[in-house]
């Protein structure tokens, strides 16, 4: 088929984009950066850097730390707080053409809901996304996504606040169980659709010193080393829940990886740590997926959403 007729765009919950490719929460900031390779415009949305309501500067450095296949990172939710950002890089990304998806953090329940309150009237942003990767304090630090009481009460929250006004997009993390049950949770709590995968918690020591690498102990594993990890977590919750909309993420470097997402269930795929050594890898993944869309026959991306899934000749 003609590349012109080709039906690029995705949506997750009500909001509609242009693209199905999309930065990573943390691996691009508010788009600033990137900004000076390519136009914001041309991918399917900016995910910010997740924002919590005060100042945080993040955990003790050393803060990253190179693994085979991948990289750890314990940088701590560094940022400037949601004032500073509602003043300063909302209107940056708006002005840009961005679309826009804030991703907020908090360390109770309420407080999530105070950073929803904070975004209803914003104008610019196409969905909120809910990082319930973080510890409740609340709670003796155990984390809200590790936890289905304490998930639910956070999209619950969220939920209350944003009464419809914004789609939720729940970021979930892959160190549980049985994810799709926790999928099913915030789902029934008011989600919208899904971020999969979150970093894995993993940990390098340094053999010369003899003790841990990172300043905070413990990091986030991203890269390709995650990627199966991945494409069977958003396997696992598009079986479960297949009308729910999935935005995948976890070691996507080529057009071939986000195909893979796709056809395991996800709507879009999220792009992160390949950025860092490659400025452009968000419009090269973009570029080589559309083709081996093209190529495979599809007429669009929702075609493609799932086929995996679909029996096939070899497995009926």
């Known amino acids: 088929m003609r590349e012109s007729s080709f039906d690029f ?4 919950g009500s909001a509609w984009f242009p693209a199905p490719v999309f930065t ?24 910010t850097k997740s924002v919590m309501l005060k100042e945080r500067l993040g955990r003790p450095t050393p803060r990253m730390a190179e693994t085979p296949s991948g990289m750890l990172n314990s940088i701590g939710l560094q940022g400037p707080g949601i004032d500073a950002f509602l ?3 909302v209107p940056w990304l708006v002005e840009n053409k961005a679309r826009v998806i804030v991703s907020i953090a ?12 904070r975004l209803r009237s ?16 609340d709670n003796r630090g155990l984390v809200f996504a590790c936890d289905p009481e304490s998930a639910k009460a956070v999209v619950e929250s969220v939920r209350r606040t944003l009464a419809g006004d914004l789609p939720i997009i729940v970021k ?5 169980t ?35 690498h990172l300043g905070g102990k413990t990091g986030g594993l991203s890269g390709p080393a995650i990627r199966p990890v991945a494409v069977r977590a958003i396997f696992q919750v598009h079986e479960a829940l297949p009308k729910v909309p999935i935005l995948g993420m976890g070691g996507v470097r080529t057009g071939r990886d986000a195909f893979e997402m796709i056809l395991a269930g996800a709507s879009g795929v999220s792009v992160g740590t390949a950025s860092f050594g490659n400025p452009t890898a968000l419009i090269d993944v973009q570029n080589e997926l559309k083709q081996l869309l093209i190529s495979k026959g599809f007429n669009s ?10 029996p096939s000749k070899a497995n009926p």
């Open 9 to 12: 765009s995705t949506t997750l």
């Open 24 to 47: 990573a929460s943390g691996c691009a900031s508010s788009g600033r950066e990137l900004s000076q390779f390519f136009p914001l415009d041309e991918i399917g949305a900016v995910v």
């Open 87 to 89: 003043a300063k890089d």
């Open 106 to 117: 908090g360390e109770t329940v309420d407080e999530y809901g105070v950073l929803a309150r």
């Open 122 to 137: 914003v104008p610019g942003i196409s969905a909120v996304e809910v990082n319930i990767s973080c510890p409740n304090v």
């Open 172 to 176: 979930l993390s892959p160190d549980v």
């Open 178 to 212: 049985n994810i799709a049950s926790i999928a099913r949770v915030v789902v029934d709590a008011g989600a919208d659709a899904l971020a999969l995968i979150n970093t894995l918690l993993g940990m390098v020591i340094n053999t010369d010193t003899m003790f841990p």
């Open 301 to 310: 991306v929702q075609e493609a959403v799932g086929f995996a899934h679909r």
